[in-house]
T-cell receptor, first 114, second 115 residues
């Protein structure tokens, strides 16, 4: 399966700042996704990162807060903007292997907001 | 909309005990079903999958059968080991809308196996 690298692996940020998380895949993939895992909670889909067009956001997530780029088939970024303590979570990218097929996940970025 | 309900833990068992983690789902279409596992300090890994009714997914001694009539996908293992201690997530993918769908996850079950 594809090797997925996320950077940074963790960070501690001040409220009001923004952080960009990178996701690099070692092969071209059609489907890439971003998830959030709040402390002690399950994973929630933030958006589907579409190559060459705007990301598709799930209910409760907006582009101004979580802008996403997907410049090519191996790379995507998620920015968490104007952070508050409520944004403290693990953010994960994943790649899809086909409709109805499993997704494979990066190791995640553990983000803490002070 | 889609949803996944699984038993919440922590679930504590002794080594060699039989394990069942219940998972039921609701979906607008005909989903694929997955179990993912998150070992302490590690990322999320696919454990097993089933893509159609009556399929049985299996891996590392774990099994789950896709039961469309009961909308369930319960995870079982006949004899657990300490190394099975982890958080287990049931998830579904419903691409009946024709687009690339993300996964819908259950809340996760923390499994603790005692020697």
């Amino acid at each position: 399966s594809a090797v997925i690298s996320q950077k940074p692996s963790r960070d501690i940020c001040q409220r009001g700042t923004s952080l960009t998380i990178q996701c690099q895949v070692d092969s071209q993939v059609t489907m890439m996704f971003w998830y959030r895992q709040q402390p002690g909670q399950s994973l929630t889909l933030i958006a589907t990162a579409n190559q060459g067009s705007e990301a598709t956001y799930e209910s409760g997530f907006v582009i101004d807060k979580f802008p996403i780029s997907r410049p090519n088939l191996t790379f995507s970024t998620l920015t968490v903007s104007n952070m508050s303590p409520e944004d403290s979570s693990i953010y994960l990218c994943s790649v899809g292997t086909g409709l109805g097929q499993p997704q494979h996940f990066g190791d995640g970025t553990r983000l803490s907001i002070l | 909309g889609n949803s996944v309900t699984q038993m919440e833990g922590p679930v504590t068992l002794s080594e060699e005990a039989f394990l069942t983690i219940n998972c039921t789902y609701t979906a607008t279409g005909y989903p694929s079903l997955f179990w993912y596992v998150q070992y302490p300090g590690e990322g999320l890994q696919l454990l097993l999958k089933a893509t159609k009714a009556d399929d049985k997914g299996s891996n590392k001694g774990f099994e789950a059968t896709y039961r469309k009539e009961t909308t369930s996908f319960h995870l079982e293992k006949g004899s657990v080991q300490v190394s099975d201690s982890a958080v287990y997530f049931c998830a579904l993918s419903d691409s009946s809308g024709g687009g690339a769908d993300g996964l819908t996850f259950g809340k996760g079950t923390h499994l603790i196996i005692q020697p």
